[in-house]
């Protein structure tokens, strides 16, 4: 129940074209959900986040489109860039839970030129 | 704002050895994080700390795995003895405590270990 399953595991993109990342949860409890973007050698870094509230939320390229009922939500970056090559992260916390996050897999998005 | 440090970055030493990492987090920031995460994978939380009190450390393998955070600060996370299967990226994070509206995580560089 504490699972958070992230697809694909990798993605290739062209450049100029939409990426779109998807993960699903089986804990109903979890109210706080960020992606997070790691490049090669560093640190995982917030991109964006949303609560279950909202279905969707919006932070220039990057978009979170959340479905409450069917406990999945998704990463879509509009316009990917060569620079948008990372891999991401979708992750779940609860309140109670002191904001311990559960990582999906990753997706390692490569976008080509 | 300085950002999360970590230290050493790469460290390769051979199964039974011990090791320790060390993290400071950023200034202010009561709540500290030790993630491990395996190539290829999400990080996975170790322990968690408000302050120098241990919140979570539930997944923490505790016959070989020691974390302490003296004065609520500086954190070192231990492993004595190493095994094969270690290896992997330790990662320590700090946010301001859960209880406030701010929830970020700020994650440090790592700690890419290599146990032969």
């Known amino acids: 129940q504490q699972q958070v399953k992230q697809s694909p595991q990798s993605l290739i993109v062209q450049k100029g074209g939409i990426s779109i990342i998807n993960c699903a949860y089986e804990?109903?409890?979890?109210?706080?959900f960020p992606w997070y973007q790691q490049f090669p050698g560093k640190g995982p870094a917030l991109l964006i986040a949303?609560?279950?509230?909202?279905s969707e939320k919006k932070e220039g390229r990057f978009t979170i489109s959340f479905n409450k009922s069917a406990k999945q939500f998704s990463l879509h970056i509009m316009d990917s860039q060569p620079g948008d090559s990372a891999t991401y992260f979708c992750a779940a916390s609860m309140y109670n839970q002191g904001g311990k996050l559960i990582f999906g897999q990753g997706t390692e998005l490569s976008v080509k030129p | 704002e300085a950002g999360v440090a970590q230290s050493p970055r790469y460290k390769i030493i051979e199964k039974r050895q011990s090791v320790a990492f060390w993290c400071n987090p950023i200034s202010g920031h009561a709540t500290l994080y030790w993630y491990q995460q395996i190539l290829g994978q999400g990080p996975k939380l170790l322990i968690q700390?408000?302050?120098?009190?241990?919140?979570?450390d539930s997944q923490l393998p505790k016959d070989r795995f020691s974390a302490e955070r003296l004065k609520g600060v500086d954190s070192t996370l231990k492993i004595q003895p190493a095994k094969l299967e270690d290896s992997a990226v330790y990662l320590c994070?700090?946010?301001?405590?859960?209880?406030?509206?701010?929830?970020?995580?700020?994650f440090g560089p790592g700690t890419r270990l290599l146990v032969l």
């Open positions: 994070a700090s946010s301001v405590p859960w209880g406030g509206r701010e929830e970020t995580q700020y």
């Open positions: 804990n109903t409890a979890f109210d706080y």
């Open positions: 949303i609560r279950p509230d909202v």
């Open positions: 700390f408000q302050n120098n009190g241990v919140v979570d």
